[in-house]
């Protein structure tokens, strides 16, 4: 399985989605051997691998090698794609995610690339909502409809906005390592985005 991380804005918890959906493969009893290509020039997830000297349930590569073999293959690409890259980004995975938070500018940033989405089948690509307020729906169902109205294909999960993530970039760790209910809480957050992946895609 090949799965693509992209956004078409910074600080959307592009590469933390990365970083937990492959330490959620990781962990699945076997599910293999996980990768995540670091395709991002900041080399964020390859920092934080380094950081907590590489005790993830997964391996992390720079982008410009390629890995010899995997089972599982996520790619954590530049911030901020271009519509027009969303195609051969979807061709070359069996899943493309897109990260957004709710904020008005990153709904009308996804929703403006309705016909290059729409062209795709529904099974290859789903947006992903973050930073959502951990009190009070209104807003993430608010931007829900919006994505719906747009016949945009939403995860059913959705990941909150919590500080703990923060230590956990500090730690090099994934939140699901920290302890406290609220690193409990966040790791929850990505369990059931992984539950949701592996349940539609993980045979791929």
Known sequence: MIITIASFKGGVGK??????LAQYLGKRRGSGNIVLLDGDPNRSALSWYERGQQK????????????SEFDHLIVDTPART??????????????LIIPSDISIFSLE?????ISTLQSLPNDKYRILLTM??????????????????????????????????????????PVGDLRGDAAGAAWNDYQLLGKEVWKHWGTK
């Not at 993830?56 to 890995?67: H, I, L, R, S």
């Not at 027009?84 to 995975?93: F, G, I, M, W």
């Not at 940033?109 to 690339?113: G, H, K, W």
Request: glycine content about 6%.
């Open 56 to 67: 993830a349930a997964f391996a992390v590569m720079d982008g410009d090698e390629a890995p």
């Open 82 to 95: 271009e519509p027009d890259e969303l195609l051969p980004l979807a061709s070359a995975s069996d899943l």
């Open 132 to 173: 959502l307020p951990t009190r009070g729906q209104k807003r993430e169902l608010n931007a829900r409809e919006a994505l719906a109205a747009a016949r945009l294909v939403v995860f059913n999960a959705g990941i909150k906005d919590r500080t703990i993530y923060q230590d956990a970039a500090l730690e090099g760790l």
């Open 15 to 20: 590469t933390m989605t990365a970083l937990h």
């Open 109 to 113: 940033a996804t929703i403006s690339t």
